[in-house]
């Protein structure tokens, strides 16, 4: 497997051009947070990633994580590099400062976390979680609870989790059965959950577990679901960990990828009950689950993008070392010289630096509607990052499936091996499209709650927003091909949208029967957007003699093929959403 390096130039050059960085901290009220600093925070955790977190990878994968009488055990030497990841202050970055947290930009919090993702996907998924549920509990719990369970959390002294999923109950979070039981101030928890990702282990000295239940009055439904943080441990009355609770992985998912990261089945209540406490209101767990569930939904988008930066690097590193072949004259080629390698790997690329984009842009959102100057404003940015959400989620963990079997692909049969690491990126991607909703539920998402509920007036502000910025493209003759191309695409677009909210709105089957063809197609077009705001920005500092001109120049190339290769597929995808959802459902069920 290759060494893993951070793609500094890439993402500092995204921030600074694509987020615009600097304004968005100075709408913030950042006074003391600006580029250089950014840079240099992605510099440091570039050098973590590559020298304490990316050696683990493919021992994690080989080792995995292991269940034993006193729970699980993570893959040697995880625990060490966790604490010098704790040490570091990594897990505080984007917190409130009351609770212990540097109050950074979300937007550098994502970009940071794919240096996580990248480096050793199995590893970031503890933090992430642990994003998740300190987010839950910021926004929705007591000040009592926010004083007991944040400072520790936000340092990442304890990690959290998320127990939605129970044997009866995946998608269908109605179905829900774990009970919750008043008694005093607490409530006894019982039921088992499945799929709980770092469920269990001994890195920290408590694990803080946000569990959905049911109240003995709960109403039937999503409307009877409570949220709960039902600890590993129970606290003393110093605040520290002492009794073990009544809360436990009785076993380990045995998985295609990501063997490193404990997926548990936690039974609680086996001895009695789980003590928990309620988060917020009761009955209102499904609606404060979501604000965790978006977050993560964002993240796991990301971690498709990082896991195929990895596949890339790998990708390059061989294509450029492997000999196959020879010139008339003696010589040997390395097969990096072969169009079609070439072409794979310019795939990988353009699709990775469009994803990167999205990404960082959708994050940045959620920093402009908490600086909004006005209640409008906020709603906006808000609506733009819920359009986003499913978008970066769905989009970007497909393009992984993708980039990382192109990864396999470039090393022909030795990337059947194991040995050679490129086979783990692409067992590794392959969950992504599945948790925290699946590429159907994503979609879904988008073409009901995001664009049918409101009318379209959230895709249709992005879609003019990529139209205020075509016609500016158009006045620059460098810039001629790439305007001209998005604009047919944005076409596209506009014409899927305007089916959707006028015809395919009037059946109750024909909008999902398209929305992942709509949602793949929202994604080609927003991710041509993104590279050619880069190509713009690249090609006017090569203009004005500035910067790095093959660096720059690369930028314009790989937006350019972005254009050609991948954003024709938009045209496909509007000739499947137009004409093809009664196809869908029109064979019997019996014919399957």
């Not at 796991?300 to 072949?325: D, K, P």
């Not at 314009?556 to 991948?566: K, M, Q």
């Amino acid at each position: 497997m290759s060494e893993y390096q951070h793609p500094y130039k890439d993402v500092t050059f995204a921030l600074r051009e694509l987020v615009g960085f600097d304004q968005l901290c100075e709408q913030a009220g950042l006074d003391e947070v600006n580029g250089e600093l950014a840079e240099a925070i992605l510099e440091e955790a570039g050098k973590f990633g590559a020298e304490v977190l990316a050696p683990l990878n493919q021992i994690g994968d080989r080792e995995g994580a292991t269940l034993g009488e006193q729970g699980v055990q993570e893959t040697a030497g995880f625990a060490e590099a966790y604490q010098a990841f704790v040490e570091s202050g990594w897990p505080t970055l984007t917190f409130p400062g009351q609770f212990g947290g540097q109050a950074l930009p979300n937007v550098l919090g994502t970009a940071v976390n794919e240096v996580w993702q990248s480096a050793n996907l199995s590893y970031s998924l503890c933090p992430l979680l642990t994003q998740g549920a300190t987010e839950a509990i910021l926004h929705h719990a007591s000040d009592e609870l926010k004083a007991i369970w944040l400072p520790k959390m936000v340092s990442g002294e304890w990690t959290g989790t998320m127990n939605l999923t129970e044997p009866g109950a995946g998608s269908d979070l109605a179905a829900i059965t774990t009970r919750a039981v008043p008694e005093g101030d607490h409530y006894l928890i019982t039921g088992q959950k499945i799929f709980i990702t770092w469920g269990d282990h001994q890195m920290t000295p408590n694990t803080v577990h946000l569990v959905l239940a049911r109240l003995p009055d709960a109403p039937a439904g999503v409307k009877g679901i409570s949220l709960f943080i039902v600890p590993k441990f129970l606290l003393d009355e110093q605040g520290e960990p002492s009794v073990r609770n009544d809360a436990h992985c009785v076993s380990l998912e045995h998985k295609l990828g990501i063997h490193a990261s404990p997926t548990c089945v936690m039974s609680f209540g086996d001895n009695g009950g789980a003590v928990g406490y309620l988060v917020g209101e009761p009955h209102q767990g499904l609606a404060y689950m979501f604000t965790m569930m978006n977050h993560a939904r964002q993240a796991v988008g990301l971690q498709g993008l990082g896991i195929s930066e990895r596949s890339y690097q790998q990708a390059v590193a061989y294509a450029r070392e492997r000999i196959q072949g020879t010139r008339r004259d003696g010589s040997k080629i390395a097969i990096i010289e072969f169009p079609d390698v070439r072409r794979m790997l310019m795939q990988m690329r353009a699709s990775i630096e469009a994803m990167r984009g999205l990404a960082l842009l959708a994050s940045a959102e959620a920093d402009r509607a908490k600086a909004a100057g006005d209640e409008a404003q906020a709603r906006q940015h808000n609506e733009r990052v819920e359009l986003f959400t499913p978008i970066v989620k769905g989009w970007l963990t497909e393009m992984s499936q993708e980039i990382t079997y192109l990864g396999v692909q470039v090393h022909g049969g030795m990337g059947f091996i194991e040995e050679t690491g490129s086979a783990q990126h692409y067992r590794d991607a392959r969950i992504l499209t599945i948790y925290e909703g699946t590429t159907g539920i994503q979609a879904l998402d988008l073409v009901g709650r995001k664009i049918l509920r409101n009318q379209g007036v959230a895709i249709n502000s992005l879609l003019d927003e990529i139209d205020d910025f075509t016609r500016q493209l158009a006045s620059d003759p460098e810039m001629a091909l790439l305007s001209e191309r998005l604009s047919k695409a944005l076409e596209y677009g506009r014409q899927a949208t305007r089916w959707l909210l006028e015809t395919g709105g009037q059946t109750d089957w024909a909008p999902g029967a398209v929305s992942v063809p709509f949602m793949m197609l929202m994604g080609y077009l927003c991710g041509a957007w993104v590279s050619c705001r880069m190509a713009q920005s690249a090609s006017a500092q090569i203009a004005a003699s500035e910067g790095d001109i093959e660096f720059l120049q690369a930028k314009v190339i790989t937006a350019r093929f972005f254009c050609e290769h991948l954003l024709p597929r938009t045209s496909g995808l509007l000739e499947t959403i137009l004409n093809g959802s009664e196809s869908v459902i029109a064979l019997p069920e019996s014919q399957f």
